[in-house]
């Protein structure tokens, strides 16, 4: 009798794998699959939310290798980004040293978790091989014209005196020194991701396998809508107002206009004027607060009049101007009429400052104190007026989407270097092909001050003009993160490439990723940005298809006590500690049996155990027999407890196989393998059991499990006398026949009521079900005082007796 030593058994197994690099994708006829989990940022420690990511990947990656799929499994390293340059500052570490230590040790935990990664294909972006693709990336975005310079507001502490990530402000303070947060404006560099605002829109069409919830967050996001601009006369002003609305059928309910309080007519309508200093404190008030406050229906709405008036285009009226908290200054046109009767914002406004409130269109949805337009339905006079205003040259329709162009530079050290070369005569010229990577340089200083850690290396600026040759001045920005990992997925698939970032012909054949698993965290940015560039390197004729990623999984969140693990709330659980006490195998069925990937999972310790138990359950069963099954015998004839014991085996196995082939169920997969376990105990204690069928009971149970818990199905497969690894074999097929039951249930009704219940040969006609149903004792004690009128008889299903 041995005991199941879950420490040794799992060491063992993981050093053969890597001995044999047992996971490595090569070239096959097979066909393909690619599964792909987030890669996680290197903090150096993994936790519960990642031991669920990836054992959800791994279950999914082993079934279909099994399946008989070219299976592509990857894993790396989105390593640059703040922790980093915080942990610089705070201890004096070196960011590159704590990184690549960092990496080292959660690598070293990715394998105890024994995780089936194709480790030759390892990216981590922070390595001059990555980021000398992603420079290259940049200037062909550049020589498009889809990466642009514009000066731009920016979060900027003036005590750190730096610029802050929009994460590091917190209620308007900075994050490290609680002084207020102000805009400060910077030359920045974009993005133009808004000239595929409607590809990114309409193509989400297409994303048949992603969650609806991450479809419509992208869909609000990118935030399409129709209107018009039109422009509006100021007395005593020379420049014309434009506003974008939505609703041109209101326009004749416009009782007053709004300016975005940094639109820039604003300096130039009230300087001089007595309106001057109210409108540059309320400026100052505003500056703290971020657009997803300024939009919330929450907001207090607050502004002030600034003594001018515009005309009414359509009615002639003569309406005030104000600025407003709640209009935006780069959405629209930075400027609305407002229509205080018919929409939420201006109705608050207007009742606070008393301005007038006219109502166009009725409880009917028809126009109203609208001159010509009255009686028309509010969908008509959209059209109608936008055909008025075109007609009279004051403005146009519209498409406005809510989606910005990307900011992309940081003012940080820890990241990819903007290969930019700015020359007196050339301007911004981007760095040769040839000159690739910039380095990132080492001798900078981290006072957590100024404007970019770069500028402090003594060489780092000095360059020449790639153009010209003469003396030019290097960017001394790097780029947000989100570009990094916004085609690693590429990079995998020809991860050593020295002369491309990936090859066309391999990204054609293994793109789009099969299967994406990752936080609902991403639903936006980091997957509409991979979206984008795909897009992107679609038209530089760089690859062939439109999308990334064809399926996608959004795992829920791993909870304790019911809130999320947190350093803060002090409820983590440490994988490694889970590993230590019980093991790897344990850890990962845990997490997969105690709900569906895409649930929340709470933390139970009597969950742990329990898996722990079964998979004590399982080894046992198979150290006890595994010396009986080696003595096979025919199958021969059956008894009834060996045809349900075999349809037990394979009911099963067609129900873990749908189960994990569709939505992923492993809870409900792990709960019939339990069952089955349960029915193997039983059926090996019978008298006539057949070794012929505990063989094929324990060679099932092994084999479905193995996805999950590899390492322990690795070593029962061993037990039960085969040979080589159980993750080569084929999964298997179930048998028809033995799902075909010989005896069914068969209910018996009175008068549409279930009184009873017979089991009944499967093939048996309808009269002898008939005869068999009255011949009951229970139905002829409730049938005894009454007349029978009429007996139906269904076939494998009921009878049902009817009575007066
Ligand atoms: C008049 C009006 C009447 C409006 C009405 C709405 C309802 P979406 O759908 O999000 O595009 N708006 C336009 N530019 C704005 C800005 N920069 N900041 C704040 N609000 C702005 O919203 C378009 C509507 O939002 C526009 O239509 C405008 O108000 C406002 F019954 O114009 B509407
Ligand atoms: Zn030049």
Redesign the pocket.
């Known amino acids: 009798m041995s005991n199941y030593n879950f420490a040794e058994i799992e060491k063992k197994w993981q050093s053969i794998w890597e001995d044999k690099n047992a996971f490595r994708t090569g070239e096959s006829d097979k066909p393909k699959y690619y599964v792909l989990e987030m890669f996680p940022y290197p903090s150096g420690k993994i936790h519960m939310g990642h031991v669920r990511n990836y054992s959800i990947g791994d279950v999914v990656a082993r079934f279909m290798k099994m399946r008989g799929y070219n299976v592509l499994h990857p894993m790396g390293w989105d390593a640059f980004g703040l922790p980093a340059e915080n942990a610089a500052i705070k201890h004096q570490a070196n960011p590159d040293k704590w990184t690549k230590e960092n990496i080292k040790d959660m690598k070293e935990q990715f394998k105890l978790l024994g995780l089936s990664y194709d480790w030759d294909r390892e990216v981590a972006t922070c390595l001059p091989d990555y980021y000398k693709w992603t420079q290259y990336l940049f200037t062909k975005f550049f020589e498009k014209g889809l990466a642009y310079k514009k000066r731009s507001f920016v979060n900027w502490c003036p005590s750190c005196e730096t610029v802050l990530a929009n994460e590091q402000v917190v209620g308007g303070e900075c994050e490290r020194c609680d002084s207020g947060v102000i805009k400060k404006d910077l030359e920045q560099w974009y993005l133009r991701i808004t000239d595929y605002a409607e590809e990114l829109l309409e193509d989400i069409e297409k994303l048949d396998g992603w969650p609806e919830k991450v479809k419509l967050m992208q869909k609000n996001w990118i935030?399409k809508?129709i209107?018009v601009e039109v422009e509006f006369e100021i007395e005593d002003f020379d420049k014309k107002l434009k506003?974008?609305?939505?609703?041109?059928d209101?326009?004749c309910?416009?009782t007053y206009m709004?300016l975005?309080p940094e639109h820039e007519y604003v300096t130039q309508i009230v300087s001089g004027t007595e309106y001057e200093d109210k409108v540059n404190e309320f400026r100052q008030k505003i500056q703290h607060m971020s657009e997803i406050e300024r939009?919330s229906t929450e907001l207090e709405k607050e502004g002030l009049f600034i003594g001018k008036y515009a005309i009414n285009p359509i009615t002639g009226n003569k309406v005030p101007i104000y600025i407003a908290n709640?209009?935006?200054?780069?959405?629209?046109?930075?400027?609305?009429?407002?229509?205080p009767?018919?929409?939420d914002?201006?109705r608050d406004f207007a009742n606070k400052y008393n301005l007038e409130i006219v109502e166009v269109?009725n409880e009917d949805g028809i126009m109203i104190n609208s001159g010509e337009f009255n009686g028309l339905s509010s969908k008509d006079g959209f059209d109608k007026i936008i055909e008025k205003i075109e007609s009279l040259g004051i403005g146009k329709k519209t498409t406005?989407y809510?989606l910005r162009d990307w900011l992309i530079s940081r003012q940080r050290y820890w990241g990819c270097p903007i290969p930019i070369i700015y020359c007196d005569d050339c301007g911004a010229v981007p760095v040769k092909e040839e000159d690739l990577p910039v380095i990132l340089p080492e001798d900078v200083m981290f006072t957590g001050k100024g404007e970019s850690p770069l500028a402090t290396s003594k060489e780092f600026s000095k360059a020449t003009c790639p153009k010209c040759g003469k003396e030019g001045k290097r960017d001394i920005d790097t780029m947000d993160t989100f570009i990094d990992s916004s085609w690693y997925f590429l990079r995998y698939i020809d991860p050593k490439n020295e002369n491309a970032p990936f090859s066309k012909e391999l990204a054609n054949k293994w793109m789009g990723v099969d299967q994406y698993i990752g936080g609902v965290e991403h639903a936006i940015l980091h997957l509409l940005y991979s979206r984008f560039f795909v897009k992107v390197l679609r038209d530089l004729g760089m690859l062939d298809f439109d999308e990334p990623f064809n399926n996608l999984l959004t795992q829920g969140m791993v909870l304790k006590d019911g809130a999320k693990m947190s350093k803060s709330k002090g409820n983590i659980v440490s994988p490694m500690e889970i590993i230590e006490n019980y093991g790897a195998d344990t850890a990962r069925l845990f997490v997969l049996f105690a709900a569906p990937p895409e649930r929340d999972l709470e933390w139970s310790d009597q969950g742990v155990e329990g898996c722990f138990r079964f998979i004590n359950r399982v080894y046992r069963l198979v150290d006890e027999l595994k010396e009986v099954i080696n003595n096979t015998s025919e199958l021969g004839s059956l008894t009834k407890e060996d045809k349900d014991i075999r349809y037990s085996i394979h009911s099963t196995l067609k129900k873990v196989t749908e189960d994990i082939s569709g939505r992923f169920n492993f809870n409900t997969a792990i709960s019939s393998l339990m069952e089955l376990v349960n029915d193997m105990y039983k059926y090996k204690e019978l008298k006539d059991r057949k070794e012929c069928i505990l063989k094929e009971g324990l060679e099932t149970i092994v084999t479905i499990l193995a996805p999950f818990i590899p390492h322990v199905a690795e070593e029962l497969w061993q037990h039960i006398g085969k040979n080589g690894s159980i993750h080569d074999i084929t999964w298997p097929n179930y048998d028809e026949s033995a799902l075909v039951k010989d005896e069914i249930e068969v209910v018996v009704q009175i008068n549409g009521k279930v009184k009873g219940k017979m089991n009944l040969p499967s093939n048996i006609s309808k009269e002898d079900m008939e005869k068999l149903a009255l011949e009951d004792d229970k139905i002829k004690e409730l049938t005894n005082e009454k007349t029978i009128v009429k007996v139906i008889a269904v076939p494998k299903k009921l009878v049902n007796i009817v009575v007066k």
Do not use: L, Q
């Open positions: 935030g809508s209107g506003i974008f609305t939505t609703r041109p209101t326009i309910g416009v709004v975005a939009s709640y209009v935006m200054v780069d959405y629209g046109t930075g400027a609305i009429m407002a229509v009767a018919h929409d914002r201006d269109i406005n809510r």
